[in-house]
């Protein structure tokens, strides 16, 4: 819960979001398959390497790279896509303009249940990936498996398998924090982008003075493999529950249990935010030049309001916030009504 990235680009190998080293390491001498062939994956353009920070991360028209099997109209089309040997499953459902919907801990696509028919009615192509380590996709073992470098090539490799060469993209969570990372470092992909709960992360380090770090705290307890897995899981998920107040805990907790996902996801936090990012603030992220809208909700247990108000400093395009009142973290669950409003008001002009 919350998204782990309170640093922003470091330099080398230090630990940090978005940082060369992590980027590097994942991705330079990869590929992946994309439309039937091989091509760099774009998270290695990401890195700015010769070419300054920003990226043009092409895409062929009318992808044929992924492995499909169509559903029922009503659960829209289930594919899969290779990213650099990782399997990502991703629901497509609409016709129109796309957009991409991206989850966070500890869910999966189904966060996003009761927006997608809304969207999708609208005229809207709605994308909905599970991430790695999450639902039907894979879930690598290494924790180096799961660094931002990596998400942002499987969501890339999910738009590029589509067909997609822009999106609007909406992300909640660890979703957001990549959401955010894709508008600064491929901004040619992202239409629009919308981020629930979590700001930006510059202001989310700098949160609200030692608010936001108190707020934080299980970040350094999900960093010890083993006991911070016996924490959430022990005695029927109790801590779980009691720490997180997730309005579909039943559901949550039996899909991590029957994927194995929980491990998986605790290795978002060891990945990209090990204790050592939190004493270096490192480099800062090109400004958002896209409209951007952040949603925060007042009851969020994990984030302040002022790490989502203060993204405005990192947005030179057209910027919206909006407070939702009453609403835990997981307001598309809490109030679905309200979201689906924001997003079809933001995301149709």
């Known amino acids: 819960m919350g998204s782990p990235l309170p640093g922003a680009?470091?330099?080398?190998?230090?630990?940090?979001?978005?940082?060369?080293?992590?980027?590097?390491?994942?991705?330079?001498?990869?590929?992946?398959?994309?439309?039937?062939?091989?091509?760099?994956?774009?998270?290695?353009?990401?890195?700015?390497?010769?070419?300054?920070?920003?990226?043009?991360?092409?895409?062929?028209?009318?992808?044929?790279?992924?492995?499909?099997?169509?559903?029922?109209?009503?659960?829209?089309?289930?594919?899969?896509?290779?990213?650099?040997?990782?399997?990502?499953?991703?629901?497509?459902?609409?016709?129109?303009q796309p957009i991409v919907l991206i989850h966070g801990f500890p869910d999966t696509g189904r966060l996003w249940r009761h927006q997608v028919p809304a969207l999708a009615e609208a005229g809207f192509r709605v994308i909905v990936p599970d991430l790695r380590g999450y639902g039907r996709s894979d879930k690598p073992d290494a924790v180096e498996a799961y660094k931002i470098a990596a998400l942002a090539g499987d969501v890339l490799a999910v738009m590029s398998d589509a067909g997609v060469p822009r999106a609007h993209v909406v992300g909640?969570?660890?979703?957001?924090?990549?959401?955010?990372?894709?508008?600064?470092?491929?901004?040619d992909r992202v239409d629009h982008l919308a981020v629930l709960s979590v700001g930006h992360p510059t202001t989310f380090r700098a949160g609200d003075g030692f608010e936001q770090h108190e707020k934080s705290w299980y970040m350094l307890l999900f960093q010890f493999p083993g006991v911070a897995e016996e924490w959430l899981s022990g005695n029927g998920w109790a801590n779980f529950r009691a720490w997180s107040r997730h309005p579909d805990a039943d559901a949550v907790i039996a899909e991590l249990e029957s994927s194995g996902a929980l491990t998986p996801g605790l290795n978002y936090y060891r990945a990209n935010i090990p204790p050592k990012a939190w004493l270096s603030p490192g480099r800062a992220l090109p400004p958002i030049e896209i409209p951007a809208m952040g949603i925060w909700s007042s009851g969020d247990v994990a984030l302040t309001e002022r790490q989502m108000t203060d993204s405005a400093r990192n947005v030179t395009g057209p910027w919206r916030y909006e407070r939702l009142d009453g609403a835990g973290h997981w307001m598309q669950l809490e109030a679905p009504d309200e979201v689906n409003r924001l997003l079809l008001e933001f995301l149709s002009r």
Do not use: N
């Open 9 to 96: 680009v470091g330099d080398g190998d230090s630990a940090g979001f978005f940082s060369r080293g992590s980027l590097h390491d994942a991705h330079d001498k990869r590929h992946q398959l994309v439309m039937g062939r091989a091509q760099p994956l774009c998270a290695k353009a990401l890195l700015g390497l010769g070419q300054g920070w920003r990226t043009s991360c092409g895409v062929a028209a009318g992808g044929a790279g992924g492995v499909r099997s169509t559903s029922t109209v009503d659960e829209g089309d289930q594919m899969r896509v290779d990213s650099g040997g990782v399997g990502i499953e991703y629901d497509v459902s609409g016709e129109g």
């Open 172 to 187: 909640h969570d660890w979703g957001a924090g990549l959401a955010w990372a894709l508008a600064a470092l491929a901004s």
